[in-house]
Nanobody, 119 residues
Framework: QVRPVESGGGLVQAGGSLRLSCVAS????MGWFRQAPGKEREFVAA????????YYADSVKGRFTISRGDAQTTVYLQMNSLKPEDTAVYYC????????????????WGQGTQVTVSS
């Protein structure tokens, strides 16, 4: 397994920005999920092995950007215009699979990093 490791969570005011980072042991199809208190885990964003294609949940389109670092084994999630409803534990995932570009299954999960957006 790839065992991705996240970093970069924290507390920010509404309208602010945060950048999450994730390092994997090899280059693979990677992405982010999140889970808010009392809610089911949901897909946030994904980026293909080559970095040529990205996917976003409708709730974050236009505000979040997923990208790869120069090392290609690092993935970033730049989160702008944050809202209180973005508060959640964010999980980096690796070895993603998708058949339709809307539903994703992950082969490996990180331990998660907390993002809290205050109003």
């Amino acid at each position: 397994q790839v065992r991705p490791v996240e970093s970069g969570g924290g507390l920010v005011q509404a309208g602010g920005s945060l950048r999450l980072s994730c390092v994997a042991s090899r280059r693979t199809f990677m992405g982010w999920f999140r889970q808010a208190p009392g809610k089911e885990r949901e897909f946030v964003a994904a980026i293909t092995w080559s970095g040529g294609t990205t996917y976003y949940a409708d709730s974050v389109k236009g505000r979040f950007t997923i990208s790869r670092g120069d090392a290609q084994t690092t993935v970033y999630l730049q989160m702008n215009s944050l809202k209180p409803e973005d508060t959640a534990v964010y999980y980096c995932t690796a070895d993603l699979r998708t058949a339709d570009g809307r539903n994703f299954a992950a082969g490996s999960w990180g331990q998660g990093t907390q993002v809290t957006v205050s109003s």
